[in-house]
Nanobody, 123 residues
Framework: QVQLLESGGGLVQAGGSLRLSCAAS????????IAWFRQGPGKEREFVAA????????YHADFVKGRFTISRDFAKNMAYLQMNSLKPEDTAVYYC????????????????WGQGTQVTVSS
């Protein structure tokens, strides 16, 4: 079992930055791939980025490449999403998820989810 808790969301102007954190409890945290998804108003939940359990491989959705970076700290049982050059279209609830080994963009491969943190980008 893994419990996930996101933090770091808020209101920011376009072009600004935020760093989201995902705190995990459970000794098996480091055996899971960690991903960030987001769900904007009236939209489906979509994949943002993922990092493997070793931290050796990451994958970012095209629409955030060069702007967002996923990372994890094994010693602290934490994962992060550094978001730079934010745009109004990045406005969404951001979710941290833990799932099967490997990199997957499909939410069905992720078994544990946090409650989400709201990110609002004003123009």
């Amino acid at each position: 079992q893994v419990q996930l808790l996101e933090s770091g969301g808020g209101l920011v102007q376009a072009g600004g930055s935020l760093r989201l954190s995902c705190a995990a409890s459970g000794r098996t945290f480091n055996t899971y791939t960690i991903a960030w998804f987001r769900q904007g108003p009236g939209k489906e939940r979509e994949f943002v980025a993922a990092i493997t359990m070793s931290g050796g491989e990451t994958y970012h959705a095209d629409f955030v490449k060069g702007r967002f970076t996923i990372s994890r700290d094994f010693a602290k049982n934490m994962a992060y999403l550094q978001m730079n050059s934010l745009k109004p279209e990045d406005t969404a609830v951001y979710y941290c998820a833990a799932g099967d080994s490997g990199i997957y963009t499909n939410r069905n491969y992720y078994h544990y989810w946090g409650q989400g943190t709201q990110v609002t980008v004003s123009s």
